[in-house]
């Protein structure tokens, strides 16, 4: 069992920053890879990036590419997801997950791929 606690989100201008972190417990988070996903009202859940278990692989949805960063520290079992120039199409509730099974890469960018989901935090970008 592995359990997902988001933190870091919050209401921001057009062009500013946020750093969201997401704890993990339970099972060590160094052995699993870790993304962030997120959601707008009315919308599907759609990925934003991946980590491996030791930061090695990483991918990015390309409307985020350049502008976001993943990252994570397994000492103290967080992944982080650092993001700039934030646009107001941004806002939406970001989910981090947890991918305990698949030990492959293969359809990263799909909400099937992963097992385990923090409750969420949301970040809200005013024009």
């Known amino acids: 069992q592995v359990q997902l606690v988001e933190s870091g989100g919050g209401l921001v201008q057009a062009g500013g920053s946020l750093r969201l972190s997401c704890t993990a417990s339970?099972?060590?988070?160094?052995?699993?890879?870790m993304g962030w996903f997120r959601q707008a009202p009315g919308k599907e859940r759609e990925f934003v990036a991946r980590?491996?278990?030791?930061?090695?692989?990483?991918y990015y949805a390309d409307t985020v590419k350049g502008r976001f960063t993943i990252s994570r520290d397994n000492t103290k079992n967080t992944v982080y997801l650092q993001m700039n120039s934030l646009k107001p199409e941004d806002t939406a509730v970001y989910y981090c997950?947890?991918?305990?099974?698949?030990?492959?890469?293969?359809?990263?960018?799909?909400?099937?791929?992963?097992?385990?989901w923090g409750q969420g935090t949301q970040v809200t970008v005013s024009s």
């Open positions: 997950a947890a991918d305990t099974t698949s030990g492959s890469d293969y359809r990263h960018d799909q909400v099937g791929r992963y097992d385990y």
């Open positions: 339970g099972r060590t988070s160094s052995t699993y890879a």
């Open positions: 980590i491996s278990t030791r930061g090695r692989t990483i």
